[in-house]
């Protein structure tokens, strides 16, 4: 199977807008970051979770943590306004400041996590460390969006 030919089915649910490329699938080798919502795509078609990328979740690959398929003109996205309102709320309830939530969860910066609340895109494998730490499926922190 060639590169064009992987790209052509991990865009095989989108209908408008630019789709991702073979060169944004083929960096992946030399780059430690992937786009999330990117990511995403190419999870669905390899058929995998987020999880499953996350050193010990025994369970990786159950149910619960499997993504929903899009439908045609759709395109499953990381919600994250949702994963900073439910940061914000796990770490009001501990009682952290966005410097001591940054330093537990690590990679971040405070104005890194406060800036999800502005609905922007979010990088892989960093996003599964606000994951992990909030105990709860990826899953859980996505949307399907239409066109």
Do not use: C, H
């Not at 989108?14 to 060169?23: G, M």
């Not at 369970?59 to 929903?68: C, F, H, I, K, N």
């Amino acid at each position: 199977m060639t590169w064009a030919s992987v790209a052509s089915e991990v865009n095989r649910f989108r209908t408008k807008l630019r789709p991702i490329a073979v060169s944004t699938i083929t960096s992946l080798r030399e780059k430690p970051v992937g786009e999330g919502d990117g990511i995403l795509q190419m999870l669905l078609w390899l058929g995998r979770t987020p999880e499953s990328f996350v050193p010990g979740i025994p369970d990786a690959d159950s149910a619960r943590y499997r993504l929903p398929a899009p439908k045609t003109g759709q395109i499953l996205r990381w919600d994250t306004r949702a994963l900073s309102a439910a940061l914000n709320a796990e770490r009001v309830t501990r009682q952290l400041t966005w410097t001591e939530l940054a330093r537990e969860i690590g990679g971040f910066t405070p104005n890194m996590l406060t800036n999800l609340s502005k609905g922007g895109r979010t990088g892989f494998p960093q996003v599964m460390r606000i994951v992990r730490w909030l105990g709860r499926p990826a899953v859980t922190f996505t949307w399907i969006a239409g066109w």
